[in-house]
């Protein structure tokens, strides 16, 4: 009997593997009401008569130090383990790549242009790209503004000497740097397609 007992023991001592089911399977073994050892000294050992007695003493002596030793072993097992865990955890691991962070940031008036651009898009604004130097066609004309305004004086904007490919000089007044807005916002909705505001 003590034999089938102790191999049971052991199948159940070879599942346990974190601190949760040791403690279930110490107690269900050793516990001091319902531990399988007291079961066995209560059922066994007391209402045996004296012949038996020392018998099923010296065998139940022999389980309860194996299975001491086991459930030490066990736990020293289990603990060093759960202490290896948290070492590997808490371990840096050098030969990994770090982490790459940006470097540097935009300037501040180049964030309040991209918030300004976000505005009028979400409107209905398109962003549209261009040329920096413009005909006065494009520049003023074709957004409607006329000849003898006081945006196209020369105070208020830049015309530019230029030469063509051949080298020859281009008439002045005919070029010049486009006004202030860097870039033009086309407003596309339904209403108003093609409306362009400089």
């Not at 003590?2 to 399977?25: H, L, N, P, Y």
């Not at 964030?111 to 413009?134: A, C, L, R, T, Y």
Request: aromatic content about 10%; hydrophobic content about 40%; charged content about 30%.
């Amino acid at each position: 009997m003590f034999a089938e007992i102790r191999a049971r023991f052991d199948a159940e001592s070879a599942a346990v593997r974190d601190e949760a089911t040791f403690k279930q399977f110490r107690d269900a073994w050793l516990g001091r009401k319902s531990g399988v050892l007291a079961g066995i000294t209560d059922n066994w050992l007391k209402p045996a008569t004296p012949e038996l007695k020392r018998t099923v003493g010296a065998g139940l002596n022999e389980l309860r130090s194996h299975v001491d030793s086991q459930i030490e072993a066990r736990r020293v097992a289990i603990e060093s383990g759960a202490e290896e865990a948290a070492l590997a955890m808490d371990r840096v691991d050098l030969s990994l790549p770090g982490v790459v962070r940006p470097v540097g940031s935009r300037h501040l008036i180049r964030q309040v242009f991209q918030e300004i651009e976000d505005i009028f898009v979400s409107i209905g604004f398109s962003v549209v790209e261009g040329p920096e130097i413009e005909t006065p066609y494009y520049n003023f004309e074709a957004l409607n503004i006329p000849e003898f305004h006081p945006v196209r004086d020369d105070m208020d904007t830049f015309y530019v000497e230029a030469q063509d490919a051949s080298g020859a000089k281009i008439a002045p007044g005919s070029l010049l740097l486009r006004t202030p807005t860097p870039r033009r916002y086309r407003f596309t909705p339904w209403k108003s397609a093609g409306r362009r505001c400089g």
